[in-house]
């Protein structure tokens, strides 16, 4: 949805020195990965995969499959809108 905050979340957490993926930097660098899980889904090591680096990610797709990240990533602090 529009003007939910994630750009301003991203800036902040951004700010405080964690390494974020909001909507543009998903497609820049994990745009095949996304694809393929959209289309035909993904594993629990795929999504670790794409996100190992990543400190927080905000924003669509990845907001999409918050349960397979949390699957990936069990410790993970999670706020979703669809859970």
């Known amino acids: 949805m529009q003007k939910t905050g994630t750009k301003s979340l991203s800036s902040a957490l951004r700010i405080l020195g964690f390494t974020v993926y909001d909507f543009e930097e998903q497609f820049h660098y994990l745009r095949r990965d996304l694809v ?16 190992e ?16 990240i949390h699957r990936a990533f069990p410790n993970a602090k999670v706020n979703s809108f669809f859970g």
């Open 36 to 51: 393929k899980a959209m289309t035909v889904g993904g594993t629990t090591e795929e999504f670790r995969q794409m996100f």
């Open 53 to 68: 680096e990543v400190d927080a990610f905000t924003d669509f797709p990845s907001c999409v499959f918050w349960e397979e």
